[in-house]
């Protein structure tokens, strides 16, 4: 059995990996609360879930351009600073979004402002968290502590909506303070941290140089490109997020608990599949796993999309969510592993923009999609499109799709 479950060792030997691992898992809690309670908030205002996608679309420019800004600083200067910085101002911005919310007549305007700034902020400060942890732990503990990282973000994401359900039946405001005052429990997590100074020279060219040099590397390194497009095309066309809203009260007659459930599914078959990531490090074939990955989760969210009961529903969201927690631990050692650190942080940040921005390119796909014709018309269209693109991308790049780890 113990083969079979995750590896403890990176928690166990390193104390700032520890650290990062606590400090992380208390504000991503928080964070999930808002993913929930914003788009919940603009469905109650607009009523309609096309609203909710454009919402998604509004805060994508400034995850990707906060992303790539993070990840050029990240190679620059002492990560720990860059996390530090990046957690003050989205506390500041999640106490922005309650007060907002305290008003009896919300404003949308405001709201959709301060979900892009907390959007940009995010994407500043993910890029040098994900490059912190090679330098935390031993290269043969990489896969074990990616999948610990999966499992502070699939707990979160299991934790973090349950939580939303009461809170917002309660005030939508409860959400925005939780997760302020989560992030004053990563400030000081970071702050105990040792200095993360990169190596390399980033620092001698300029931030706008230094992003252009990401990007040009990124053209040459075909991994890289792989890794990101495979996660874009199962995020495009297999998140229908925008939709949970109008599903949870409209389609299964419920309320904010439903709507809880649905956020919360994935994530618990995501935390399943995480902490039992024991045999994953005994795959050879990296490439083509995520490439099976990938299309068993559109398959699970076509299901979905068929799906007219709950418990059904939650299933397969479930099986979705563990299939994207195995692809995401491989991608993420694929892509660790076959670059310099010199570019960790840059590449983190594109794969940042990827990760995060993906969902809301798939919220609003979903969204428009679901605006002309129907929410199961959406649901499972954009699942046959996941596994179509998934398999083109392994012909396009027989290269990924052959990837072992002695490559």
């Not at 500043?124 to 935390?136: D, E, G, H, K, M």
């Not at 418990?311 to 299939?323: D, E, S």
């Amino acid at each position: 059995m113990a083969r079979l479950f995750v590896d403890i060792s990176p928690l166990r030997d390193s104390r700032d990996f520890r650290l990062l691992f606590g400090g992380q898992l208390a504000s991503m809690f928080g964070n999930q609360v808002t993913l929930v309670a914003i788009p919940y908030q603009v469905y109650l205002q607009t009523h309609q879930s096309l609203w909710v996608g454009l919402t998604a679309l509004i805060q994508l420019p400034f995850l990707v351009i906060g992303s790539l800004w993070g990840g050029a600083v990240g190679d620059r200067i002492d990560r720990r600073r860059v996390l530090m910085f990046g957690s003050a101002v989205l506390m500041f911005v999640s106490i922005g979004l309650a007060l907002n919310a305290q008003f009896h007549d919300h404003d949308l305007v405001l709201l959709l402002a301060l979900a892009a700034l907390s959007s940009g902020f995010g994407g500043f400060s993910s890029p040098a968290r994900s490059a912190a942890i090679p330098q935390l732990v031993r290269q043969d503990q990489l896969v074990a502590a990616y999948s610990i990282n999966q499992i502070v973000i699939q707990l979160s994401s299991i934790v973090g909506p349950t939580l939303a359900g009461p809170l917002l039946a309660v005030n939508v405001a409860f959400c925005y303070w939780f997760d302020a005052a989560t992030f004053v429990v990563l400030l000081l997590a970071t702050s105990a941290l040792r200095p993360l100074q990169p190596l390399g020279n980033a620092a001698a060219v300029s931030i706008w140089k230094s992003v252009k040099q990401g990007a040009t590397y990124v053209r040459g390194h075909v991994m890289a490109q792989c890794v990101y497009l495979v996660d874009l095309n199962a995020m495009i066309f297999g998140m229908p997020t925008a939709l949970f809203p109008a599903l949870a009260l409209v389609s299964f007659h419920g309320g904010t608990i439903t709507l809880g459930f649905l956020y919360a599914a994935p994530g618990v078959g995501a935390f399943i599949g995480a902490s039992t990531t024991g045999w994953v490090e005994r795959i050879k074939k990296r490439g083509r796993a995520v490439v099976l990955a990938v299309v068993i989760w559109g398959i699970s969210i076509a299901i979905f999309g068929f799906s007219h009961y709950l418990w059904l529903a939650l299933i397969f969201l479930g099986i979705a969510g563990w299939a994207d927690v195995i692809s995401a631990v491989l991608r993420n050692t694929i892509l660790q592993t076959s670059i310099t650190d010199e570019f960790r942080s840059r590449l983190s940040s594109i794969q940042m923009a990827v990760v995060a921005g993906g969902p809301r390119l798939g919220a609003f796909e979903s969204g428009v999609v679901a605006s002309f014709s129907s929410t199961e018309i959406s649901i499972v269209s954009g699942g046959i499109a996941c596994v179509v693109g998934a398999f083109a991308l392994a012909k396009w790049r027989p290269s990924f799709w052959t990837t072992s780890t002695a490559d």
